[in-house]
């Protein structure tokens, strides 16, 4: 019974920025790491940002000049800060957490938010 509540989306003009959220709540013991994908119609799912609660990140080469991924672990929340966007970026923004919790015995799942669509159009 854990949660992903991800905001943040909307309308951009190209080269304009937006910050995504990510944050998890429920019977949440420990989160190991956030992910962000999106999806854009017709193509498959790709992450663009991964990070551990310990800090440690990736972002794909394709996106790691404008997209920057952080977490505030005391609000279980990660952020994806994406800069300079482009009709490209234009998809449905996904997060996923992988944490352990849940009802005792606390196990390890995965866990996918709703997702977020960012449109980037003029």
């Known amino acids: 019974q854990v949660q992903l509540e991800e905001s943040g989306g909307g309308l951009v003009q190209p080269g304009g920025s937006l910050r995504l959220s990510c944050a998890a709540s429920?019977?949440?013991?420990?989160?190991?790491?956030m992910g962000w994908y999106r999806q854009a119609p017709g193509k498959q799912r790709e992450m663009v940002a991964f990070?551990?609660?310990?800090?440690?990140?990736n972002v794909p080469d394709s996106v790691k000049d404008r997209f920057t991924v952080f977490r505030d672990v005391a609000k279980n929340t990660a952020f994806l800060q994406m800069n300079d966007l482009k009709p490209d970026d234009t998809a449905v923004y996904f997060c996923?957490?992988?944490?352990?919790?849940?009802?005792?015995?606390?196990?390890?799942?995965?866990?996918w938010g709703q997702g977020t669509l960012v449109t980037v159009s003029s």
């Open positions: 990070i551990t609660w310990g800090g440690s990140t």
């Open positions: 429920g019977s949440i013991f420990s989160i190991n790491a």
């Open positions: 996923n957490a992988a944490v352990v919790g849940g009802p005792i015995p606390y196990k390890y799942f995965e866990v």
